[in-house]
């Protein structure tokens, strides 16, 4: 009895201990989701703001979809750099049961090497699934047609095309048009991070890089919802990038072939322009080289091969090489002449083959041995005697020279559409004294006033002042853009012409007498330009034989290289039609030799061509 | 205390027939009503953490029927039978412990799985169940509360087939099988001094623990757990992505198929251990804190079935399953929420798989068999 009451006593005893230890428990639980509910009301309502962000970032993409470049047309819209597509063969891994097995089947239809596998399974190992892996890059038009046809039993192959730029016409337009590259280190300082975030390549010269801004187009954009591995589910947002816009260029693609091919196996340069507008019509600067090649990147060695040659095709002669003008410059000369009243109609200077300043011993002379007799100031243009123009220099004195030319703008740079354009060099007193740190001699003054010595000039250069003779002191600014053409609504935009200070103070008749004189040099009778008497329209023009001197005296020239390379450079500069001037042209021969014989030639092919074919019918 | 028994539906039956069908079959109404909001819940998110995938849905539905017989056969076992074989079971499981140890030394690596041709067996869930039961037997034997030597014995019950699972390894069943024990122990009156002297060891042990016990991928958990950017990709990359989950989702959430972290494959693991991020992204705060009232209700409810039982044996086991089950919702949800290190345990009822859904709810059919067993004393 005793025992039971005691268990009884335990018992309840025990139910009491045990029922403090479950309030205790209680507790425990309570606490510990109370911590639970804090930490959710934390995340979910405090913090909900952030990892919301975080969810978002993580699920939405900005895809950037890069804009099409613009095209490049010459004036009657040919093409001239496009985007053509370059298909590749890709194959998505998800959608291929037997690899092997397909492999093997499209080795049957196109040709993938050994090499295009072992890379194939490299790419293999390192992408999702569901991303395509390419297998043959580059193929073929006949290629692309196989694979579509065999397409529907070939699951997971694609063709998939990318853009890329091509020139079409090759070497003939790379000094002009320039190319894209890819971009570099150097684009990437100066380029809109954003408006480039999907673009790989960027204008490096010519053109392509002038009206980079215009050609580019913007940016798109796509925000895309991808999972976890980055496979784009659907698309969220669109903004669709704005196409770059169309250039039609001055450039009639016809002429500046023509012009290619007259200058022949000899290195220099042509330019011809349209002397009313300024429009550009043929550039040239030969050799050229193969813009093709630089798109993707040209291999070192090749590059080595363009950069070491001694022809520098690199070289953009018509806007960079700097040559004197040499007899070109004479009617200049002889409009300065004529302004300054040092020289008029009747005016004649006796040229016994050389010219003597008094005092001096040294004698000037002139390039024909026997001299031309007594010449008035238009025979001093058709025979180009420099003795008369040694006269004229005198008594013009450089300062009034350099005043004079510098209206037509020698010594400065046309402003022509396109980079790094050297100005020339119209040398002065001041310039000697700035530049060289020594006096200006009496005898600069006579070699100035033939176009050699110190003056240099652009083929370019010579064009624009060329143009500027025919429209009578008119001067426009040089301009490789006609048209820029919007893409999305077709739109053209012509440019218009920029007009610069004309020259002035002269005469009608003094302009005359001195254009007169231009023609004399191909239809007078001693004229150094006879030889484009036949052209079906008159021509005025002046030739040009400028010294070559101060050539390096490299070892590796070989002494036949050296000989041709001390020729002189041929130089011609003409416009027609004489009374209305359609065309201005500059030819310029590296050590061509004569400026009649060799540079005359070639601007009558050109001209031939312009007026038989080309004007008038676009 | 024993008149409320007596008024007691679960005990006495009543009028409405399902109650009393219930009763026949001894399950406790209150108890199954939690467990099937659970189970029913646990289906609606799987189906969207699945990827909408009915297949899976409907097995883990299956698995979910399986679990609810082993459930109804153990409802129908009387405490006393259980207390009578609760030594022969403990000592069988933890001979298979050893033996699935022993063929993981063979086969070189991790071994939980034991193959027994027709089924593979994992003995661990076995002990999750043995363990508090031994306890409670051993500490039923003589009045409450326990003598040192007893509370050494008992001490020694739950460490060695804790220490066995924890060095198969699996730390989560380790964590809940040791606690099970402890909660058993705790219940029937752990001295506060002891519990005190074991809290101080236990801080003096975790140098040690840590340097040798615990596997280099552990530690790295730990690491990753304190530091989860330190390998944002890696490692810290669960819990990084499953604290946006649940962060994301807000007061109302995404909506039931709308969470982006799990939908799109952010969220790892996403239809087994962690699925209350999925839960939490698309139901939202509301939603979890209903889920965590369910979870709430039934441990309650299982507290009161041990508060009601009416010999020692019931009284602690029935309290240690149910405080052990919280342990798993705890766990859990404070590995998702960032709040714990992440351990793989999975949430009950709801986590796809089936092992530990079997278990947990043979521990229900302990708890109702403990509820609707009871007799009635005559006053």
Not at chain 2, 96 to 104: C, S
Not at chain 2, 164 to 183: E, H, N, R, Y
Request: charged letters at 20%; hydrophobic letters at 45%.
């Amino acid at each position: 009895m005793a025992r039971s009451r005691v268990q009884l006593k335990d018992h309840f005893s025990e139910t009491r201990l045990f029922f403090s230890r479950v309030v205790w428990m209680v507790l425990l639980v309570g606490a510990l989701t109370a911590i639970t509910v804090t930490r959710l009301f934390y995340l979910q309502v405090a913090d909900h703001h952030h990892y919301s962000t975080l969810s978002n970032d993580n699920r939405v993409k900005l895809i950037a979809v890069p804009p099409t470049r613009g095209l490049i047309f010459d004036r009657n819209g040919v093409l001239l750099a496009e985007n053509r597509p370059d298909y590749r063969l890709e194959v998505t891994p998800e959608q291929v049961d037997d690899m092997d097995a397909l492999i093997a089947d499209l080795r049957r239809l196109v040709e993938v090497g050994d090499d295009d596998v072992r890379r194939f399974q490299v790419h293999l190992r390192r992408k999702h699934a569901f991303e395509g892996v390419p297998l043959r890059f580059h193929l073929s038009d006949e290629e692309v047609a196989t694979l579509a046809v065999a397409r529907h039993r070939l699951p997971g192959v694609n063709i998939v095309a990318r853009l890329n730029r091509h020139y079409t016409l090759g070497g003939t337009l790379s000094h002009v048009v320039g190319y894209v590259g890819r971009i570099d280190e150097r684009d990437l300082r100066s380029l809109d991070p954003t408006d480039y975030r999907a673009t790989t390549h960027i204008g490096k010269i010519g053109i392509e890089k002038f009206y980079e801004d215009a050609l580019h187009g913007r940016v798109g954009h796509q925000q895309v919802e991808t999972n976890a591995q980055g496979r784009i589910l659907r698309t969220l947002e669109e903004q669709p990038p704005q196409p770059g816009k169309h250039l039609y260029l001055s450039l009639d693609a016809r002429l500046q072939r023509i012009a290619e091919e007259a200058l022949g196996e000899f290195r220099g340069a042509v330019v011809a322009i349209e002397p009313n507008s300024g429009e550009v019509l043929a550039m040239v600067s030969k050799p050229g080289y193969d813009p093709n090649a630089f798109v993707n990147g040209i291999s070192r060695t090749a590059y080595q091969a363009l950069q070491g040659s001694h022809d520098q095709p690199l070289f953009n002669r018509a806007l960079l090489g700097q040559y004197p003008p040499g007899s070109t410059i004479k009617p200049f000369m002889a409009l300065a002449g004529l302004a300054y009243g040092e020289s008029h109609s009747g005016h004649t200077q006796y040229c016994p083959g050389y010219y003597q300043l008094p005092g001096e011993a040294r004698r000037y002379r002139d390039w024909k041995r026997g001299g031309h007799g007594r010449v008035d100031l238009d025979q001093a243009i058709t025979q180009s005697c420099d003795v008369y123009f040694y006269d004229l220099a005198r008594n013009l004195t450089i300062d009034r020279m350099h005043a004079f030319l510098a209206q037509f703008g020698f010594g400065e740079r046309t402003g022509i559409d396109l980079h790094s354009e050297r100005p020339g060099l119209l040398p002065s007193r001041e310039w000697k004294r700035s530049q060289r740190g020594q006096v200006w001699f009496p005898g600069e003054t006579l070699i100035a006033g033939i176009g050699q010595g110190y003056t240099l000039s652009t083929p370019l250069q010579l064009a624009v002042t060329t143009a500027s003779l025919g429209t009578r002191g008119l001067r426009v600014r040089p301009r490789l853009l006609h048209a820029i053409q919007d893409p999305t609504d077709g739109s053209r935009e012509p440019l218009v012409p920029v007009f610069l200070e004309p020259v002035g103070g002269l005469s009608e008749q003094q302009w005359d007498y001195v254009l007169e004189a231009m023609e004399h040099v191909v239809y007078g009778k001693r004229g150094t330009a006879a030889k484009l008497r036949d052209l079906p329209v008159r021509v005025a023009g002046k030739t040009g034989t400028a010294q070559v001197f101060g050539l390096a005296q490299d070892a590796e020239y070989d002494a036949e290289e050296i000989e041709e390379r001390l020729r002189d450079h041929a130089l011609f500069i003409a416009y027609a039609p004489a009374d209305a001037p359609r065309i201005a042209l500059a030819v310029v021969v590296e050590n061509g030799g004569s400026g009649g014989s060799v540079a005359a030639p070639i601007a009558g092919r050109i001209l031939q061509a312009f007026f038989d074919t080309i004007e008038g019918r676009p | 205390m024993k008149l409320a028994d007596r008024y007691d539906l679960g005990a006495q039956g009543s009028a409405a027939p399902l109650t009393g069908w219930l009763a026949r079959l001894h399950l406790d109404a209150a108890l199954l009503l939690g467990l099937l909001a659970l189970a029913g819940g646990g289906l609606v998110i799987l189906y969207s953490a699945s990827g909408e995938d009915l297949d899976e849905v409907a097995r883990q539905g299956a698995r979910f029927a399986v679990a609810f017989v082993a459930m109804v056969v153990l409802a129908q076992v009387s405490p006393q039978t259980l207390r009578r074989w609760t030594p022969r079971l403990f000592l069988a499981g933890l001979l298979l412990l050893i033996a699935v140890l022993v063929m993981g030394e063979i086969g070189k690596g991790a071994q939980r799985w034991l193959d027994l041709g027709v089924i593979r067996f994992q003995p661990s869930e076995l002990m999750k169940l043995a363990v508090p039961m031994m306890v409670a037997w051993h500490l039923a034997e003589s009045p409450l509360p326990p003598r040192a030597l007893r509370l050494l014995a008992s001490a020694l019950l739950i460490v060695v087939p804790a220490a066995l699972v924890a060095k198969q390894p699996d730390l989560g069943t380790a964590l809940l099988i040791a606690s099970s024990g402890f909660f058993a122990l705790f219940l029937a009156g752990l001295p506060w001094r002891l519990l005190a002297g074991f809290a101080a060891a236990a801080a003096a042990f975790v140098w040690p623990a840590w340097e040798f016990l615990l596997h280099q991928y552990q530690r790295e958990r730990v690491h990753t757990f304190f530091n989860p950017e330190r390998d944002p990709l890696g490692a810290g990359y669960h819990i990084i992505q499953s604290k946006i989950a649940v962060g994301s989702g807000g007061v109302y959430g995404k909506g039931w198929l709308n969470g982006t972290q799990s939908q799109l494959d952010f969220l790892p693991e996403r239809h087994t251990d962690f699925i209350f991020a999925v839960f939490s992204e698309e139901f939202g705060l509301i939603g979890a804190l209903l889920l965590l009232a369910v979870y709430l209700y039934v441990v309650l409810r299982g507290l009161y079935i041990a508060l009601q039982a009416q010999d020692t044996f019931s009284r602690l086991l029935a309290g240690s399953l149910s405080l052990t089950f919280f342990v798993y919702v705890f766990v859990n949800t404070g590995m998702v929420v960032g709040l714990l290190p992440v351990v793989g345990l999975p949430l009950p009822l709801i986590s796809y798989g089936g092992t530990s859904m079997v278990t947990v709810m043979a521990g229900f059919g302990i708890l109702m068999s403990i509820h609707t067993h009871r007799k009635l004393l005559s006053p």
